[in-house]
């Protein structure tokens, strides 16, 4: 049973195995690192422009990036939603 496997593939696979430890955590890791430090910034401006709107806008951007839209936490919502 022979696996088909890309090249692209095959030559990260010989980097990984290859490289030093620390540049092949930093190529894989690098990426995510700055995916994630992009995110929190923008968590932070959405924070910021909320903020100078009201306390109703904080809270529904706080409620908004949890994800949970229409849960328990986020107030009024719930129960207007509750019925459906």
Known sequence: MALDVSKQDE?????ALNASPLRVI???CGPLALYQALQSIFKILDALM????????VSAVSCLSHGSWHGPGCGRQH????GL
């Open 26 to 28: 930093f190529t894989t």
């Open 79 to 82: 129960q207007d939603f509750r």
């Open 50 to 57: 909320a903020s100078s709107i009201g306390s109703e806008a």
């Open 11 to 15: 030559s990260y696979r010989a980097f």
